[in-house]
């Protein structure tokens, strides 16, 4: 709380905390970190008064609904503004594997929904990274 506080204090334009997977991949995924806890840090820049961001990548074996209850939590449990969804690139044969290549058709099916759920602004493609066109997402909230 007191590591938030400071970063709070310091008013950035906007925070950011990717999810990066659904829950149930979590501790495969990011085995340091924890899907409620990343909630609540967004939840809480929110209450401070921040615009709140977060990400997740899709291909490490995620089902459909996975993916739209990760929006969905984005949104009702951290009131989230900004979104991005990109492809899971495995960098090196030691990473974990992709298990699935979404299409774009798929990714602008995610977009739709989000941005049907309130994101005020989703970037959603195969190549989409955490800080893709940040000035897009930054300008959609002022």
């Known amino acids: 709380p007191k590591a938030l506080e400071r970063i709070f204090r310091a008013a950035p334009h906007i ?3 990717n999810l990066e997977t659904v829950a149930r991949l979590q ?12 909630l609540f840090v967004l939840s809480e820049a ?7 961001k977060s990400g997740i990548m899709l291909g490490l074996g ?3 609904e996975e993916i739209i209850q990760a929006l969905k939590d984005l949104r009702e449990k951290a009131d989230c503004n900004l979104l991005t969804i990109g492809q899971y690139l ?3 044969k030691d990473h974990l594997p ?5 299409t774009p058709e798929e990714f602008k099916e995610l977009k739709m929904i989000a941005e049907n759920l309130g994101f005020q602004h989703v ?7 955490s800080s893709f ?10």
Not at 46 to 52: D, P, T
Not at 98 to 102: G, N
């Open 133 to 142: 066109h940040a000035e897009d997402q930054w300008a959609a909230t002022h």
């Open 15 to 17: 925070l950011n905390h």
């Open 90 to 92: 495995s960098p090196t």
């Open 123 to 129: 970037a959603s493609a195969p190549f989409v990274r």
């Open 46 to 52: 929110k209450r401070a008064g921040l615009v709140n």
């Open 98 to 102: 992709v298990e699935k290549y979404y």
């Open 62 to 64: 995620e089902s459909w």
């Open 27 to 38: 501790k495969r995924v990011r085995p340091q970190a924890n899907y409620e806890r990343s």
